[in-house]
T-cell receptor, first 116, second 114 residues
Framework: AQKVTQAQTEISVVEKEDVTLDCVYE???????LFWYKQPPSGELVFLIR??????QNEISGRYSWNFQKSTSSFNFTITASQVVDSAVYFC?????????????FGSGTRLQVQP | DGGITQSPKYLFRKEGQNVTLSCEQN?????MYWYRQDPGQGLRLIYY???????QKGDIAEGYSVSREKKESFPLTVTSAQKNPTAFYLC?????????????FGQGTRLTVV
């Protein structure tokens, strides 16, 4: 069965520091998708990125970057020059293609606190 | 504005009562989902539906029931059989296969058993 592990329960940094959120996944599918979502205090999840298993290129979007490594089954998320507005819970998620389960499997989340 | 509306935002239930959480979307999405969030456990899938009049159990379906009579609505009933219903409940929808398109989430319902 699929599984997503976010070993970091909570991270606290000072504004302008860089921070990396780790995500390790398990799947038997050869085709799958990985996601990152942000959950601000308001509660709803906000989509950040989707990556398919055939695309191992790293991606950068502003201060955000993602490092996908199939060899280590990891999909880590880095925030450069963190800001107080980045404070939230961040979830990594996995979706498989051939298992028949048409839904996301989430990790337990990492709470990021950025101190001013 | 298009989006997903969950109501109510806060809900209190007495032990032994059934309660229904509402989820409505006007995004014309085929697929809808219910997740439960507990502190430190992330989101766990309760039920999901890929099409009207069809739904599948997720990982923690016991004590819950759903219906999908209309494309835009996917209500979740928490029955008295659910032994520990206090949690934050999130509804989501996606246009098609969730693996190829992002899922959109509502703002959640916080259910407390009193």
């Amino acid at each position: 069965a699929q599984k997503v592990t976010q070993a970091q329960t909570e991270i606290s940094v000072v504004e302008k520091e860089d921070v990396t959120l780790d995500c390790v996944y398990e799947t038997r599918d050869t085709t799958y998708y990985l996601f990152w979502y942000k959950q601000p205090p308001s509660g709803e999840l906000v989509f950040l990125i989707r990556r398919n298993s055939f695309d191992e290129q790293n991606e950068i979007s502003g201060r955000y970057s993602w490092n996908f490594q199939k060899s280590t089954s990891s999909f880590n998320f880095t925030i450069t020059a963190s800001q107080v507005v980045d404070s939230a819970v961040y979830f990594c998620a996995l979706s498989e293609t051939y298992t028949g389960r048409r839904a996301l499997t989430f990790g337990s989340g990492t709470r990021l606190q950025v101190q001013p | 504005d298009g989006g997903i509306t969950q109501s109510p935002k806060y809900l209190f239930r007495k032990e032994g009562q059934n309660v229904t959480l509402s989820c409505e979307q006007n995004l014309n999405h085929d697929a809808m989902y219910w997740y439960r969030q507990d502190p430190g456990q992330g989101l766990r899938l309760i039920y999901y539906s890929q099409i009207v009049n069809d739904f599948q159990k997720g990982d923690i379906a016991e004590g819950y029931s759903v219906s999908r009579e209309k494309k835009e609505s996917f209500p979740l009933t928490v029955t008295s059989a659910q032994k520990n219903p206090t949690a934050f409940y999130l509804c989501a929808s996606s246009p098609d296969r969730v693996e190829t398109t992002e899922a959109f989430f509502g703002q959640g319902t916080r259910l407390t058993v009193v």
